[in-house]
């Protein structure tokens, strides 16, 4: 929508394909309802890519504060709830409508339940679909991510992608859950648990909450820690981040108290007593011996957990990898090797962040392009 609304704002005639019965249902699940548009400390450190200078371009060309004055610009009231995260006060069906807005001033022709069966170039493009058969002179795919799979995700972007002989990064989902290797007898009884923590998964490290399911870990530390993560990795969890529990419990070896009741002024209570059905030695603290403190600080300060999957397309919410960004233009995202094909959006490999990074990327990436088709 924003890439063809900038497009149909040079004057070009441009046509929005959407199979779902009106485009933009991403947006409108997205940050619970409310959207969560884009972040006002966004870099290109907040992506993961194979190449992670190529949405530097992209990101400079069109920043938080351009998308921030489209939004206000249509009275939309927004706020920060945390770490420069954005989101809707009322409701993100505003974006949507603000994008369809954008679409109208632009001219740009909508046809929605719409689906693209096959794509064939000479010297055009011919897109073949449910509606008939489309010619172009640029075609832009903006076919997301294969999250979420229920409201209309699908591998077609990837697909037109190998039929012109692109190369891909392999594709997993992120910003998802994980599953705990040891299975789910001991998660049922954690499940509801919300901890502060320092989440670190190869080299990266997240402090926010961590939550336990039913199955695993979520919350947004997890989360974050899920783009960096690969199976057979173990990630480490700091669930008193900012204290060191050996010096910590030595210095309070004179206090009159036993470990379980020590930690339970810290951490959540079932999860203490948890910690201690699983063989923290429960008696007072000054009775702990050296050995007993530095296994319980490796327990709770550095608590490696082995997890045996995420918890698939259904729950999450991006798809790393996708199109390979040494196919594409970095100012453009025109295809080098085949023109008048673009690729914007989750479909590159470029995946950012929890926290509104992955619309920026969405709204930078589509600038980029509608400028240029
Ligand atoms: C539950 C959830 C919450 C999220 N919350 C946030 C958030 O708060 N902030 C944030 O930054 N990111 C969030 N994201 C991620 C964000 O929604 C995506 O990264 C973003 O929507 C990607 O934009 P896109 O235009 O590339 O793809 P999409 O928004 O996925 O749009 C792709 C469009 O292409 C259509 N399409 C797909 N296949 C076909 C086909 N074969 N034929 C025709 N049309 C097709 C789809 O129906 C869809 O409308 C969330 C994702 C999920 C799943």
Redesign the pocket.
């Known amino acids: 929508m924003f890439c063809a609304a900038e497009a149909g704002k040079r004057g070009r005639r441009t046509l929005l ?4 019965a009106q ?5 409108i ?3 619970g309802g409310r ?2 548009f884009t972040n006002i400390h966004t870099t290109h450190e907040n992506f993961v890519s194979a190449n992670p200078h190529f949405c530097k371009s992209a990101l400079a060309g069109y920043t938080p504060d351009d998308f921030i004055e489209l939004v206000r610009s249509c009275r939309i009231e927004y706020f920060e709830k945390k770490l420069g995260q954005l989101f809707c006060r009322e409701r993100s069906h505003q974006i949507v409508e603000m994008l369809m807005a954008e679409c109208r001033k632009a001219k740009v022709v909508v046809k929605t339940n719409c ?2 069966s096959n794509v064939e170039k000479d010297d055009k493009f011919t897109i073949d679909t449910s509606l008939g058969s489309f010619k172009c002179e640029s075609l832009v795919v ?4 294969l ?2 799979p229920k409201i ?3 591998d ?1 972007g990837y697909r037109i992608a190998k039929q012109f002989g692109l190369k891909m990064v392999g594709t997993r989902p992120s910003l998802v859950p994980l599953v705990f290797e040891s299975g789910p007898a001991d998660a049922i009884k954690l499940a509801g648990i919300a901890v502060d923590s320092e989440v670190s998964a190869c080299k990266r490290t997240f402090r926010e909450n961590i939550l336990f399911t039913h199955r695993g870990l979520s919350g947004p530390a997890i989360l974050q820690a899920s783009n960096y993560w690969h199976q057979g990795e173990d990630i480490s969890i700091d669930m008193l981040p900012g204290m060191d529990l050996v010096d910590a419990l030595n210095q309070s070896r004179h206090e009159k108290i036993t470990l379980a009741g020590w930690l339970g002024h810290r951490l959540p209570n079932r999860l203490v007593q948890h910690l201690v059905a699983n063989g923290l030695p429960n008696k007072p603290i000054e009775m702990l011996t050296p050995k007993e403190i530095s296994d319980v600080a490796a327990k709770i300060n550095e608590w490696r957990v082995r997890f045996q999957k995420t918890e698939g397309w259904d729950k999450a ?2 798809t790393l990898g996708g199109v390979s960004t040494e196919e594409l233009s970095s100012k453009t995202m025109e295809a080098k090797r085949v023109p008048g094909l673009y690729f914007i ?3 590159v490999d470029v995946t ?1 962040w929890l926290g ?4 920026q990327w ?1 709204w930078a990436s589509a600038h980029a392009a509608g400028k240029a088709v």
């Open positions: 394909l959407e199979h779902n485009p933009g249902r991403k947006i699940i997205s940050g959207c969560n689906s693209v903006a076919t997301g991510g999250s979420f209309g995700a699908t077609l919410e991006v959006g989750e479909v950012g509104g990074y992955n619309f969405a």
